[in-house]
């Protein structure tokens, strides 16, 4: 039962921990009514987002504290699903109340930018009086490259701290790694400061935007006769090249032109101007790529047929995930959803999802964006400074935040503004680009078929196809029978499938549907997330009955891999421990194989409380916060005092 089992796990696994079933059990209802006047991140109880969902059902305006007589009644309540909203958020501050100064970390305290105002502190040996234990002594940076470039403020400085708080540096390793670039696609400070000043100039994006803007026979207004247009110039630009040259001097000269451009405004500025402005800036074309618009048929090819593809994972599909997966045996990567607009902003955070590690040989980024200009402009931007292999449009998110807004899956009902983003980011790539849908919006009328002849018409490279609709969200079964269909409807397009793979049964399946790939996913349907040596399997053909301590390991690389990514600081530390959180909460259904009754486990079984075959593999098992809290202890040291956790998944927030 759940109290044997959690009477089992405090006991630390002693066979004593589950005689006194009683006293467990007054003992639980005690920690429930001291809990339900604590702040949110306690585990023992709901999250408060399921407790005032129950109490809005029930439309009677109970209090907070009379969310008890509600939980008692789990019949009448219904699984939470969706996102946890107005999570607690952890900030530096809160962990870390007084912090050393980045410059003096960097050894050049006297440059510091705010001088005598800066609320940092400069002084070393009054940081360390009050810096936080260390937790270890070794330090995964030191090891790995030689030298740790956070000094005093890693929280394993004693492996690399000398006399005076001196940072010593181990020469030999350290010329090893100088010079190479381990992760790339970074945001310079130049870049960004021209995104925010919108001072970037979108050439080819405003060339294409004004096509759009130009009135046609039939009104000139609607996506029909802009899709026929830029039919036309796609034809044009791939038969005389020339006619390009006429049209692209004068795009430099609204470099300040705003998101939905004017057709009077558009058409003011002469050639000449531009030739002239042009000929003043630039010596002449570099290559032949500068004045020649690249065919579709001279475009770098996507081959990745029969490739095991891991899906881009909001949250946890970070860069220290997909390093664990790529170990693993993932031949195809791809970066976290990013929002188009905060890319075209110039945000840090969302820019940090483009990063890609070196050892990513086939690496994309996906997109998300819901009108033409913007998702175009953005296309030509990433074109220009990121290196990827490919772009995939996202045409499948179904959370509200993204579908209000016209995004993900809304614009598979959008289908002139779809067409306008496809044409548009083509028009504009050097690579290829890729599109990922669902069946449909809604759950009984399945739309893909209609609209993956036109995506390929467009010019897309290739199609995703998860087999759920919007409505589904990750419930029920995929529905592989309509993705065999679509595959035949979409070829000589490649599309690979996407739902339910959690074996490498179920990827030869898959593969005997006449698809060209197969994508492991997320969410419910989590191949990946709950078993990311999925990979291994497919590939080697077996059931691997992974121990404990081996799952274990996997979880120490992680560590490491977010520790060198994040930092090993305090901040560092504590955000690495957050998505090893996020990463806990799926892991934790992972069902050993040699505890199943029958082979292979079914994705969406939701198992009853077992005991492992030792306590780590029970602790792994443990749906409570606070035993995925434990684990992060046992690789990270403890938690700062107040720590409060939250899974991001409704779904993942179990008692």
């Given at each position: 039962s759940k109290e044997q089992f959690h009477a089992y796990l405090r006991a630390r696994g002693e066979p004593g921990g589950q005689a006194d079933g009683r006293g467990k059990e007054e003992e639980e209802e005690d920690e429930v009514e001291e809990k339900e006047e604590e702040e949110v991140g306690s585990c023992q109880n709901e999250p408060p987002a399921k407790r005032v969902r129950s109490e809005d059902l029930g439309q009677d305006g109970e209090r907070r504290e009379d969310a008890g007589a509600v939980e008692k009644e789990p019949a009448e309540r219904k699984r939470a699903r969706g996102q946890n909203k107005s999570r607690p958020c952890m900030r530096p501050n809160h962990y870390e109340q007084r912090r050393l100064c980045p410059s003096v970390t960097q050894g050049c305290a006297e440059k510091c930018y705010f001088g005598s105002q800066c609320r940092f502190l400069h002084d070393v040996g009054e940081y360390m009086a009050v810096k936080p234990a260390d937790l270890g002594r070794s330090c995964v940076l030191f090891e790995t490259f030689g030298k740790c470039i956070y000094g005093v403020t890693c929280r394993f400085a004693q492996a690399h701290l000398g006399d005076g708080y001196q940072n010593i540096v181990n020469t030999d390793l350290a010329k090893q790694w100088e010079g190479k670039s381990l992760v790339r696609n970074n945001l310079s400070k130049d870049l960004q400061h021209q995104l925010r000043k919108r001072k970037f100039i979108f050439k080819k994006a405003d060339e294409y935007l004004r096509g759009l803007a130009k009135p046609h026979g039939n009104g000139g207004k609607g996506g029909k006769a802009a899709g026929r247009s830029t039919e036309e110039r796609e034809v044009s630009n791939c038969t005389t090249p020339q006619e390009g040259l006429g049209d692209s001097p004068g795009c430099p000269v609204l470099p300040e032109q705003g998101e939905d451009p004017k057709p009077d405004t558009l058409q003011s500025p002469g050639p000449t101007g531009g030739e002239e402005a042009s000929s003043v800036k630039t010596v002449g074309p570099v290559t032949d790529e500068d004045i020649i618009k690249l065919r579709s048929c001279e475009k770098k090819k996507l081959e990745i047929q029969g490739k095991l593809y891991l899906a881009p994972l909001t949250t946890c599909g970070n860069l220290p995930f997909r390093r664990i997966c790529k170990r693993f045996g993932a031949d195809v990567t791809c970066g976290e959803m990013a929002v188009c607009t905060n890319l075209l902003q110039g945000q840090s955070s969302e820019w940090a999802l483009l990063k890609r590690h070196h050892t990513e040989d086939i690496f994309g980024v996906q997109l998300e964006g819901a009108f033409p200009d913007t998702m175009t402009k953005c296309a030509e931007l990433l074109n220009q400074t990121i290196e990827a292999d490919f772009v995939d449009i996202n045409v499948?998110?179904?959370?509200?935040?993204?579908?209000?807004?016209?995004?993900?899956?809304?614009?598979?009902?959008?289908?002139?503004?779809?067409?306008?983003?496809?044409?548009?980011?083509?028009?504009?790539?050097?690579?290829?680009?890729?599109?990922?849908?669902?069946?449909?919006?809604?759950?009984?009328?399945?739309?893909?078929?209609?609209?993956?002849?036109?995506?390929?018409?467009?010019?897309?490279?290739?199609?995703?196809?998860?087999?759920?609709?919007?409505?589904q969200r990750y419930t029920r079964g995929a529905d592989w029978d309509y993705i065999a269909e679509c595959a035949k409807i979409a070829s000589p397009m490649p599309l690979f499938g996407n739902g339910d793979i959690l074996s490498y049964e179920d990827a030869n399946r898959a593969m005997q549907m006449g698809v060209s790939g197969i994508m492991i996913a997320r969410q419910v349907p989590v191949g990946a997330l709950i078993k990311p040596w999925l990979f291994t399997e497919i590939k080697e053909q077996r059931h691997w009955d992974i121990s404990s301590s081996e799952r274990f390991d996997i979880l120490k690389d992680f560590t490491n891999y977010g520790l060198e990514h994040w930092g090993s600081d305090t901040q560092g530390v504590e955000k690495t421990r957050k998505f090893l959180l996020e990463w806990l909460s799926f892991l934790c259904r992972y069902i050993p194989v040699g505890l199943l009754e029958h082979l292979p486990q079914k994705i969406n079984e939701r198992p009853p409380y077992y005991m492992g075959r030792d306590y780590l593999e029970t602790l792994m098992a443990s749906q409570n916060v606070d035993d995925w809290i434990k684990i992060s202890e046992l690789l990270l040291g403890p938690v700062p005092t107040s720590f409060t956790f939250l899974p991001k998944h409704k779904a993942n927030s179990y008692r």
């Open positions: 499948g998110c179904p959370i509200d935040l993204v579908y209000k807004k016209g995004g993900g899956c809304a614009l598979m009902t959008r289908s002139n503004k779809f067409e306008q983003i496809v044409r548009g980011m083509n028009s504009v790539l050097d690579i290829p680009l890729t599109v990922k849908i669902r069946t449909g919006v809604q759950e009984k009328i399945n739309v893909a078929h209609k609209i993956i002849p036109k995506i390929r018409e467009w010019g897309a490279s290739m199609v995703t196809l998860h087999g759920r609709s919007r409505e």
